[in-house]
């Protein structure tokens, strides 16, 4: 509707800003000065404990410092009431002892329309709650007692009974000069196209369902027959009612989440009525569907993060995944959900019954983010062990993350993504002396001496002196951070490379995992020289300064004179893969030889390990010639092998 030129302004002149706010705000008396118009409080539309919520009163604005919400009266009343904006500009008209101009023809019909509608609906409402306390509505009596609900309990959600007369609610309606036609638009009947109405509600238990306003829209019943062909039934839609933006309890639930901080979100009626008469007030309930985009709306508009409570079932947690598809396009930065799954088998019904509130409170307090049942859903009873698998769950990621339309969030995602899937792959690390950790009996373990081995002169461990080798793999890993420190934008294309890459120092295998998760935001940055400064601020909330300064400062000799630090970041890898499989390979052929005693075996032991020293020491220099070196010395092992297994059977 349009309204006249100079309404708006005059409506928003007659009217103070702090009085509307102040509804629903309690003013920081400390940080206010109504003197001057200057008013703080805890934001509205956020969590916060602070004052970061400003109206400025003479200007007729608000501010929030932490959540950004800005607006005047009719954004702070569309927001805080959850109403539109005709609806706005008619409150604080009311308030302002001004009348709204004449809407157009057909605006004012709609409006009527609606308004009977409501009318309507309340006698239907007045109708079935007086039945509930009929002869024939013993049966749904007892089972309402039976689910513990109180005459408290019935009387605040308006609990009725729709009696099993074909035409119980038509002939009461019509006593009340009630056309049939509104009836018939209210969704209370059925005219089929040819004999005579009837009630569309027979022998149900009845839950009115009003809209943000309160105002009555529409119904829910659950059928006492067991031989129904539905056990709950909707009505239908009608012009009051849209079941995809609508929630059941949403009104008493906005303002207790205002009190609370939080919103439950339940699968039905019965979830929502007992949570609220355990405490959780702060609860609402999707009418028969799954969760609509438009239902996510309203939820985010009352808290940033609902809670998701479903039934610990098959069908919970699958009604849980379609959820999370339906929300990840719909992200916003500080808005999303989170997820307390029931007990196998329960539902927050069946939890509050056997186990009370304080069982519910603490499955709500262990919540889990949607990024986590997220992750679950695409990995939980699946084998990654091969390339082909591990592969499609990248490209399942790829996918989901396609979803996110939100940049930042995105990036965010994908960094979480990334080192779950480091923690999922990730071999368990055998560190070198140098990370921490000890060799011993070709077992690993951090801290601890490995068992004794057999010794025989010269035969004591050839690993004992190949620490050349390790060293040089931890003098290339120190150089292949410092690259991707510096030089961000070249560490990005490796990404993958970097994650699989065994590193033999604890340390520095950290800073690695450190480095991929802090690299997506650093890259949002334009210029190299920015993206290098914010990951290294990120780098320094979780690392020691010291160890990465240690690490940028190593290694120059390694740096090549040409421009291409892409070529050298993947020369460092090759080469380090090759280090690592030279170690590998010693070991292999050391725990394959042990207990052969044979002198001859051992001096060839001793010059495979001299060999692999010499190939480490050219390694330092970059000599490019190590190649044939090192594929001299894997021969030199497997030999040595086959000999070793041949004088065994021998003996």
């Known amino acids: 509707m349009a309204l006249p030129n100079g309404f708006l302004d005059e409506l928003k002149t007659r009217l103070s800003l702090a009085q509307v706010a102040g509804r629903k705000l309690t003013w920081d008396s400390r940080k206010s000065n109504p003197g001057k118009g200057d008013y703080w409080a805890p934001c509205p539309f956020h969590q916060e404990k602070t004052a970061s919520f400003h ?59 609606r308004s009977t509608l409501h009318d309507v609906m309340e006698l239907a409402i007045q109708f079935y709650k007086m039945q509930f306390n009929s002869a024939g509505a013993a049966a749904a009596r007892e089972y309402v007692t ?10 605040q959600f308006e609990i009725g009974f729709a009696p099993n007369g074909r035409t119980a609610l038509l002939d009461h309606l019509k006593s009340k000069n009630i056309e049939v036609k509104q009836m018939d638009e209210a969704g209370l009947v059925i005219i089929p196209d040819s004999g005579t109405p009837f009630d569309r509600f027979r022998d ?27 056990k709950y039934l909707n009505s239908p839609e009608t012009p009051l009612f849209d079941k995809g933006r609508s929630l059941y309890n949403h009104q008493p639930a906005r303002e207790a989440a205002g009190k ?26 999707p009418l028969g569907t ?34 999370i598809d339906v929300a990840l396009p719909l992200l916003q930065a500080g808005k999303s959900l989170r997820f307390a799954l029931m007990p196998e088998g ?77 923690e999922l792959f990730a071999p368990k690390r055998q560190t070198s002396p140098m990370g921490g950790g000890n060799w011993g009996g070709g077992k690993f373990t951090k801290g601890k001496p490995g068992p004794a081995r057999p010794t025989s002169g010269a035969k004591a461990s050839a690993l004992a002196r190949g620490d050349g080798a390790q060293a040089e793999a931890r003098y290339r890993e120190m150089a292949i951070l410092r690259t ?38 650093a890259l949002e940055n334009p210029t190299p020289e920015d993206a290098r400064q914010k990951l290294l601020d990120a780098l320094y909330t979780t690392i020691p300064p010291e160890q990465i300064d240690a690490v940028i400062q190593s290694g120059k000799n390694l740096d090549r004179t040409t421009t291409d630090k892409s070529e050298d970041l993947a020369a460092q890898l ?25 002198e001859g075996m051992t001096w060839r032991l001793q010059e495979a390990t001299r060999a692999q020293e010499d190939a480490a020491r050219m390694g330092f220099d970059d000599n490019e010639d190590n190649g044939e070196e090192s594929a001299r010395n894997s021969a030199f092992l497997t030999q040595m092998v086959e000999e070793a297994r041949k004088n065994s059977k021998k003996s």
Not at 260 to 285: C, K, N, P, Q, R
Not at 364 to 382: C, F, G, H
Not at 574 to 597: C, K, M, Q
């Open 346 to 422: 329960l539902d927050p019904d069946d939890l509050l019954r056997n186990s009370g509130p304080q069982a519910m409170q603490q499955l709500l307090d262990n919540a889990i983010p949607m990024v986590s049942l997220l992750w679950q859903r695409e990995t939980e009873e699946k084998s990654f062990d091969s390339p082909e698998r591990r592969a499609a769950l990248d490209a399942s990621l790829k996918r989901t993350l396609s979803l996110i339309e939100d940049p930042s969030i995105r990036e965010h995602y994908k960094a979480d993504f990334r080192q779950r899937r480091m």
């Open 290 to 323: 799954a969760i609509t985009p438009d239902q996510l709306r309203l939820m985010w508009r009352i808290t940033d993060e609902p809670l998701i409570a479903l039934d610990g079932d098959k069908a919970g947690l699958r009604a849980a995944m379609r959820l």
């Open 55 to 113: 109206v400025d009163d003479p200007k007729g604005f608000y501010y929030c410092f932490g959540c950004h919400a800005k607006g005047d009266a009719l954004n702070f009343v569309r927001e805080t009431e959850n109403v539109g904006f005709m609806e706005a500009v008619e409150i604080l008209a009311r308030e302002a002892g001004m009348t709204v101009p004449a809407q157009d023809p057909r605006a004012q019909e709609d409006a009527k329309k």
């Open 146 to 155: 039976g689910r513990g609900l109180t005459e408290q309990h019935i009387t």
């Open 574 to 598: 090759s080469r380090h893969r090759a280090i690592i499989g030279r170690i590998n390979e010693t070991r292999e052929a050391e725990l394959e030889i042990n207990g052969v005693d044979d």
């Open 484 to 521: 991707c420190i510096n030089h961000p934008q070249i560490a990005d294309p490796f990404e993958s490379a970097l994650e699989t890459l065994p590193f033999l120092s604890a340390d520095l295998a950290k800073l690695r995992d450190a480095v991929l998760a802090a690299l997506p935001q």
């Open 204 to 230: 149900r238990i009845m839950f009115p369902i009003r809209d943000g306003r309160g105002k009555p829209t529409a119904f829910g019943g659950r059928a006492m027959s067991p031989e129904a062909k539905a």
């Open 260 to 285: 609370s901080g939080t919103l439950i979100v339940a699968e039905g009626y019965m979830d929502v009525i007992a949570l609220a008469s355990h405490g959780f007030g702060h609860s609402v309930a």
